[in-house]
């Protein structure tokens, strides 16, 4: 695809439950990134991906939270025992190398609801 | 930790009118500045960017942005804002590492 698409757009959970979040990033793109918005909240960052070395998991909020990409192709999120304060929007961007140098080309986001 | 601050969460402007958004950043190393907008429905997308070199930094749609790094601030402003400007923008700051910092948003309404 033309984008970086995410699935899927809304998930609503219940508390304790596992979600896995999908993203699939541009074609050609070594680099992708993990970023929660929380209603009125900036994006904050989770989890970062450049081609094969180890991701940067300094952002994820808690062991909850876990991410894997099979190669430099699609990423999901998981995470495990869903609690209220997960709520928000997760949001993926992927960039052909380090954000700080080049554009970031973000999804769409899923918001996920935890009951 | 690098943290980004902008200092208006609503902004509500009317056609013509001049637009300033405040972006200041906390981190007093070397910096990659940038301002991302979010249009009603639509994905985050970059709107300016300010690596190194000229401080005033121009970007899409009339936008243009000044670095002061005494001022640790990197303001987004237009002339003039028209009703398709409404939206949400972002600054964020990227460091010596790899992850970006963004602000918390301000979102802009312009009426027609």
């Known amino acids: 695809g033309a984008g970086v698409s995410q699935s899927p757009s809304n998930k609503v959970t219940e508390k304790g439950k596992d979600v896995e979040l999908r993203c699939d990033p541009i074609?050609?793109?070594?680099?992708l990134y993990w970023y929660r918005q929380r209603l009125g909240q900036g994006l904050e960052f989770l989890i970062y991906f450049q081609g094969n070395s180890a991701p940067d998991k300094s952002g994820l909020p808690s062991d909850r939270f876990s991410a894997e990409r099979t190669g430099e192709s699609v990423s999901t999120l998981t995470i495990q025992r869903t609690q209220q304060e997960d709520s928000a929007v997760y949001l993926c961007?992927?960039?052909?190398?380090?954000?700080?140098?080049?554009?970031?080309?973000f999804g769409p986001g899923t918001r996920l609801t935890v009951l | 930790a690098q943290s980004v601050s902008q200092h208006n969460h609503h902004v509500i402007l009317s056609e013509a009118a001049s637009l300033e958004l405040g972006c200041n950043y906390s981190y007093g190393g070397t910096v990659n500045l940038f301002w991302y907008v979010q249009y009603p429905g639509q994905h985050l997308q970059l709107l300016l960017k300010y690596f190194s070199g000229d401080p005033l930094v121009k970007g899409i749609k009339g936008f243009e942005a000044e670095f002061i790094k005494s001022k640790f601030s990197f303001n987004l402003r237009k002339p003039s804002v028209q009703w398709s400007d409404t939206a949400e923008y972002f600054c964020a700051v990227n460091a010596w590492n790899n992850d970006m910092r963004f602000g918390a948003g301000t979102r802009l309404t312009v009426k027609p």
């Open positions: 961007a992927s960039s052909s190398g380090l954000a700080g140098y080049v554009e970031q080309f």
């Open positions: 074609s050609g793109h070594t680099a």
